[in-house]
């Protein structure tokens, strides 16, 4: 049997269920902004990090999912989604000791993602500002990949899986070059 407030609601268009939806999809939404418990994730230092942000949106085809913004217009925190996995960015803050690859003269980390086409992707990246570090190309070990530097300084191994190389066909392309284990 219906109560006062549930023939009410009906009375006024809503429903029971229509009125727990919105909680739904808030609590949805929320979900689905927490981080992993288990995750790494990337997090990039550059000078000039809103500029950043428009370089690798459109160079990289990024989303941007998250931007704070300070009053002086500094990015504090920033988050994109690069081949849907995630990447954190912000400006250099000096007093925390986070600084940019090129305030320091260079990085020497490299950050490697998996794409569709290296090819299409690093020719993209490029025509918006990227350096080419070395050519794509075929690799013994399986990827096509090419390396680049954005023009934040930061190095990018871009690649696409071509073939899965097991063990023993490794031992057989790089022959002593390499131990294999």
Not at 3 to 27: C, D, E, L
Not at 41 to 63: D, R
Not at 69 to 79: C, L, Q
């Amino acid at each position: 049997m219906a109560t006062k407030r549930a023939v009410k609601k009906i009375k006024q268009g809503k429903s029971a269920k229509a009125k727990s939806r919105p909680k739904a999809k808030v609590k949805a939404k929320t979900k689905a902004m927490l981080a992993p418990q288990v995750a790494v994730t990337p997090y990039l230092c550059c000078k000039g990090a809103a500029a950043a942000l428009e370089f690798y949106t459109m160079g990289f085809g990024a989303k941007e999912r998250l931007r704070m913004t300070s009053p002086d217009g500094s990015v504090g925190h920033a988050e994109i989604l690069l081949s849907g996995q995630p990447i954190m960015i912000s400006d250099e803050w000096v007093d925390g000791g986070v600084f940019a690859p090129t305030t320091v003269g260079g990085t020497p980390v490299m950050i490697h993602v998996y794409v569709r086409d290296v090819d299409t992707f690093v020719a993209k990246a490029l025509s918006a500002g990227a350096t080419l570090l070395r050519p794509v190309e075929d690799m013994p070990y399986g990827d096509r990949t090419g390396t680049i530097r954005d023009p934040f300084g930061h190095r990018w191994m871009i690649a696409t899986n071509k073939e899965r190389a097991p063990k023993p066909l490794l031992r057989k392309r790089f022959g002593e070059a390499f131990t294999i284990s």
